[in-house]
């Protein structure tokens, strides 16, 4: 009974080792007597819609150093130091470290500096195959594609949102040692190959791209502001043909140096930074007015209301003013239509406050403002709305004429894009396919959120917006045959709380052909020196690249 019990313990002891034990045994084994060379994966390349290659790979190597292999310290300290040009003292340290098995000396390194290197022939120093992102175009879409990190990976952008697709999975090649780490003589590498990550095809347009760049790269340099922005998207899809902002810098020589300035230049503002839209967000007023009188709100104003030419309101004892004085007749007799020609503040508060809360928070709700959009990137802010329980009829009359909400740019394109394009809310998107190879697998449709107003107040905002371009504070974006519509906006900014005098943003937000949109562009200029108004810093810049797309795509006038 005795043996029997022994060798039961015996057998149940070589079963925990084969096989419960066993993996982890083997492991430590093959740890022991093998080492690796890492063979990091190429990522996914990034390509526009019509197929132009926006992020591509470049080869370059890692050298590693296996101090128990190296057979002359000094020379390899020199060789590596002269090469890499690394700091010669903290190359001999690692070479010398005979505690350690392996160190990575350096990443990232050319083909032509690695074979300098292996000229000397040096023991004990390996290259393991690597990949560097390169960006063809340089200082372009730079805040939308981001960049990665040393060992690859995404740090901001596209590149951070959709690295699971584009990371791919590294693989190795081992090689066999003895205990000290010493390669064996004639033993055989095993070679793990890499699996490359998956591609991406973005909703971005390059040529319109390309414009946007040019057209912000001008509004920067003449009107000095911290910033020129630009979203350009399509108003049936909520696809993103174009999103750059001014100043940027080049992706292929990214300043990780300086963080202060790596954070500033690399922001996507357009998606992560509110702002008082100013008279932009009249556009939600009209919407939701026109859309009730239809609907039968009896507090609704009718398209023909002529409303109180008086240039002031007062609300709660504190007097809202039009930007411009009423005198000599100016903004008299003015309906909905000529209340946007005109941009006249008073006509909105009277709106706003006609409608009450209940009524405009629930278009301010349907327009999707106070959450975020659900555009496909990292960090998207959702503005500020107050709540409805907390809004006092002064704040209410002040978020009739656009003050008093913060709102982000993609949330004013997307709001702007439903009231203009039937009605119909479209999650803003930058991603349009992935593929394996030749291989598609996964084609990324447009989402409608939701619907904002009905076909027919759209029709009436398309046709009234159209108007402000034609004969009213929209001027400067009028294309001589073309369709075009948008509405100014200028807004005052604020620092600790109150209005910082002489800061503004100064904006246009534009769309054609206006009674069937396909583009519409938002531009926002931040703080430009010298005239501030949205008519003349910003209108002009829409049109201009309206027209860069009209020329580009070749697209004959509407009007003869």
Request: charge should be neutral.
């Amino acid at each position: 009974m005795l043996i029997t019990f022994i060798f039961c313990l015996i057998f149940a002891r070589f079963f925990y080792i084969q096989v419960v034990w066993g993996k982890d045994l083997r492991s430590k084994a093959l740890d022991q007597w093998t080492r690796e060379l890492p063979i990091t994966a190429e990522r996914g390349i990034i390509k526009d819609r019509n197929g132009v290659t926006l992020v591509e790979n470049k080869t370059v190597y890692s050298v590693f150093v296996r101090p128990r292999s190296v057979a002359d310290a000094a020379k390899t300290a020199d060789a590596l130091s002269s090469v890499l040009g690394a700091d010669r003292e903290e190359i001999y340290r690692k070479v010398t470290a005979k505690n350690t098995s392996e160190y990575t000396v350096a990443r990232q390194v050319s083909a032509a500096k690695t074979e300098e290197l292996s000229a000397y022939d040096l023991p004990g120093v390996y290259f393991s195959k690597d990949n560097e992102r390169f960006y063809p175009y340089g200082d372009f879409l730079t805040q939308v594609l981001g960049y990665v990190s040393s060992d690859n990976r995404g740090q901001a952008g596209i590149e951070k949102y959709y690295d699971k697709y584009l990371k791919g999975k590294d693989g190795e090649i081992l090689y066999e040692t003895d205990l000290l780490g010493i390669q064996l003589e004639g033993s055989k590498a095993s070679y793990s190959p890499a699996t490359k990550g998956l591609d991406l095809v973005l909703t971005i347009d390059h040529a319109v791209q390309q414009i946007a760049e040019q057209v912000m790269e001008t509004a920067y340099a003449v009107h000095s502001p911290k910033r020129a922005e630009c979203i350009v998207l399509d108003p049936s899809s909520g696809e993103i043909l174009a999103m750059t902002s001014k100043p940027s810098f080049d992706l292929n020589a990214v300043p990780r140096d300086d963080v202060k300035t790596l954070n500033a230049l690399s922001r996507n503002g357009l998606v992560v930074d509110s702002y008082e839209p100013g008279s932009t967000f009249k556009i939600l007023t009209a919407s939701a007015d026109i859309e009730e009188y239809f609907s039968g709100n009896k507090s609704a104003f009718s398209l023909d209301h002529v409303f109180n030419p008086a240039g002031t309101r007062t609300v709660l004892g504190r007097t809202i003013k039009c930007w411009t004085s009423h005198a000599n007749g100016k903004h008299s007799n003015e309906t909905i239509k000529e209340a946007l020609n005109n941009s006249c503040n008073p006509c909105f508060v009277d709106m706003a406050l006609a409608l009450g809360k209940k009524t405009m928070y629930k278009y301010v709700e349907a327009f999707n403002y106070g959450s975020v959009t659900g555009i496909d990137f990292v960090g998207e802010a959702q503005g500020m709305v107050i709540p409805v329980s907390a809004v006092t009829d002064g704040d209410l009359a002040r978020i009739g004429f656009g003050q008093t909400i913060a709102v982000t740019p993609i949330q004013l394109a997307a709001a702007t894009a439903s009231a203009v394009n039937g009605g119909r809310y479209f999650t803003p998107h930058l991603l349009k396919a992935v593929y394996d190879g030749n291989m598609l697998v996964e084609n990324i449709a447009p989402v409608m959120k939701n619907r904002t107003v009905s076909e027919k107040t759209s029709a009436i905002m398309s046709e009234y917006l159209e108007g402000v371009v034609a004969e009213g504070s929209g001027k400067q974006a009028y294309i001589e045959g073309y369709r075009v519509g948008g509405k100014t906006g200028t807004a005052q900014k604020y620092e600790n709380g109150v209005i910082a005098q002489g800061k503004y943003v100064a904006s246009f937000v534009g769309f054609f052909p206006a009674n069937d949109p396909k583009y519409l562009a938002l531009v926002i200029v931040d703080e430009p020196v010298g005239q501030h108004y949205g008519s003349t810093v910003a209108a002009p810049y829409a049109k201009l690249i309206f027209e860069g797309i009209i020329k580009e795509k070749g697209l004959a006038p509407q009007i003869k």
